[in-house]
């Protein structure tokens, strides 16, 4: 099912080797890309952390059959914006099944 109303296209971009190494270097592939979406800040949290650190939290909603989890990552492709997914749920009823996702972005770094 697609979203009723949607408000920008997403790739999602999922983490494909072993992290439990410190040194590793995060490498991502592209499990499905020209997916609609919405990606708004209801509820969502924006806190300057320190320095020109900014820690935003938003929420994003999906296709219920999308294949999408945490650790997964989400680029809008309208804004170019890259999130980290940290939480996934599925909502069902009313004929508007999805996939609620918490999404987090860090941006610039913290000085100290």
Known sequence: MTLPITSTNVTVYRLVNDMSDDTATPVYQVTASAVDAVIGREGGLEKLVGGDEEDIQARGDFPFDLDISNLDRVKDEVTGDVWDVMWTMKRTG???????????????????
Do not use: F
């Open 94 to 112: 009313l004929g508007l099944d999805h996939i609620e996702a918490g999404l987090r972005k860090v941006i610039g770094a913290a000085r100290g």
